[in-house]
């Protein structure tokens, strides 16, 4: 990707399809000049003042659309230069041919993210920013809808942008004493920036705490529904969907593959996987089922232990563990109560056990309510892509380095050198220096005509 934008480029901002409106984008130097080649309203687009709207047809002498053309003026633009938004009428033709024109014109293409490139490149953005315009448009729930708003609005941006000064005053004053170490009394770190150090890295560990949800937010929390055969695994699934989707029979061993389908819960999106029950089999297929409920319980965030309260197997649930929670349905409470026998072996290591009926519908709010609770989500985490973790966990390690250094009383140019670490995984963070690769990787990301 060249980062040189002396040329103007263009592309459809919308999708393509039939719509009411379609926006045809033109950025760059010339994009006035490339505009007014392909327009004809009541005056040139080139004298027109910045933020104003002109009526006009699009192709000449063969007209193409009848359009509402936007006029911006650098730098009070998305990407900082002079830009024309064509609204065409949508459908598949309009823009097209809009498109071509501007293209005959002089204008080149633009590639997939190229005017969020540039709002970065001319620094009325920075890269989380940049990232967020990426989540907002890829937003499939309101918690990622809500987390890429607030980092659009700069909120992260504004907060890691402190950590990053007090790690260069940090830089600054290490190496101050290292250059003048006989005026300053000795190279040793003293105890206070060590300590400062430890501060900077825990606000930002706090961060990457809610890395974790993030991935979990972008794909969807996997929920497996797992238990003993004929537990009534799949009428709870159906029940949790709202939709008949798994087979529901009266006898063990009805479900072999693995079904899935995604929820949205309290603005998160959970996948649940309705899986085979699980037991010793005789049967090939059904074993092939039950070895795809272990691999759906491995890789879950949450696992709905389901038992079946009237008719209990004691079928032992799994560990919860660290990163993964399981919640306890006593199924069939519409049936004879659960054995207290059960309960109790239900309970061991569950975050929550509710009594529900899959057929009636009983406690099944009261369950969707413990799934979310389990799953741990706090609406105040910052949600970062992975690119940002990798790069905050890059700067909590070489502070972590720099403060051991610091405590073994190692030289002053080691820590300096740590230092610089953390403050070199906070700059590319926040874009402050990036690499073209990085931002290759982070644009092409981005639809074209954004
Ligand atoms: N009374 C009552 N019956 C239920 C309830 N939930 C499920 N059943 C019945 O239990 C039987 C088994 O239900 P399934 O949902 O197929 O159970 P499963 O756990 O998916 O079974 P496998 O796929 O074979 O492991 C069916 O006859 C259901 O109608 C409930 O809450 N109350
Ligand atoms: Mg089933």
Redesign the pocket.
């Known amino acids: 990707m060249s980062l040189a934008f002396d040329d103007t480029i263009a592309a459809i901002a919308t999708p393509v399809g039939e719509a009411g409106l379609a926006v045809v984008r033109v950025s760059g130097p010339r994009a006035l000049a490339i505009a007014d080649a392909v327009f004809r309203g009541r005056g040139a687009l080139a004298s027109a003042a910045g933020h104003t709207l002109h009526h006009g047809w699009l192709g000449a002498p063969a007209r193409v659309d009848e359009t509402v053309a936007a006029v911006f003026r650098a730098p009070a633009s998305y990407t900082r230069e002079d830009v024309v938004e064509f609204s065409c009428h949508g459908g598949r033709l309009p823009a097209r041919r809009a498109l071509e024109l501007l293209l005959a014109a002089g204008a080149r293409l633009a590639r997939p993210g190229e005017f969020t490139l540039r709002a970065f490149l001319s620094g009325r953005l920075d890269l989380l920013q940049a990232e967020a315009v990426a989540e907002l448009i890829h937003a499939r729930s309101d918690a990622m809808h809500r987390a890429a708003l607030s980092r659009l609005a700069g909120e992260l941006s504004r907060e890691l942008a402190a950590r990053l000064d007090e790690v260069t005053d940090m830089v600054a004053e290490v190496e101050a004493r290292v250059d003048f170490a006989e005026d300053v009394g000795g190279i040793e770190v003293p105890a206070a920036v060590i300590a400062r150090m430890g501060e900077v890295r825990a606000s930002l560990a706090a961060h990457l705490a809610g890395a974790a949800w993030g991935r979990a937010m972008r794909e969807g929390v996997q929920v497996a529904i797992a238990?003993a055969?004929?537990?009534?695994?799949?009428?709870?699934f159906n029940r949790l969907v709202g939709e008949d989707r798994?087979i529901?029979?009266?006898?063990?061993?009805?479900?072999r593959d693995r079904v899935s389908a995604t929820v949205e819960w309290e603005g998160v999106l959970f996948t649940l996987s309705?899986t085979?029950?699980l037991r010793d089999s005789d049967d090939e297929i059904e074993n092939l089922g039950i070895a795809r409920a272990r691999a759906a319980l491995a890789a879950s965030r949450v696992v709905l232990w389901?038992v079946d309260g009237a008719a209990p197997v004691f079928a032992e649930a799994p560990a919860a563990a660290e990163d993964r929670r399981v919640v306890v349905a006593l199924?069939?409470?519409?049936?004879a109560p659960a054995a207290a026998e059960t309960v109790a072996r239900a309970v061991a290591g569950a975050a929550a056990v509710v009594r529900?009926?899959?057929?009636?519908g009983e406690g099944v709010d009261a369950l969707v309510a413990a799934i979310v609770r389990a799953a741990g989500f706090e609406p105040g985490d910052v949600i970062a892509s992975e690119r940002q973790a990798h790069d905050l966990a890059c700067a909590c390690e070489a502070l972590a380095r720099a403060e051991a250094c610091g405590r073994d009383g190692a030289p002053g140019e080691i820590v300096a050198l740590e230092l610089r670490a953390a403050m070199a995984a906070l700059e590319e963070l926040l874009g402050v220096r990036v690499g073209e690769d990085v931002l290759d990787r982070i644009f092409s990301r981005f639809c074209v005509g954004k």
């Open positions: 238990g055969p004929n537990a009534g695994k799949s009428s709870l798994a529901v029979a009266s006898g063990p061993g009805t479900t309705d085979a029950g389901v199924n069939k409470c519409d049936l529900v009926s899959a057929l009636g």
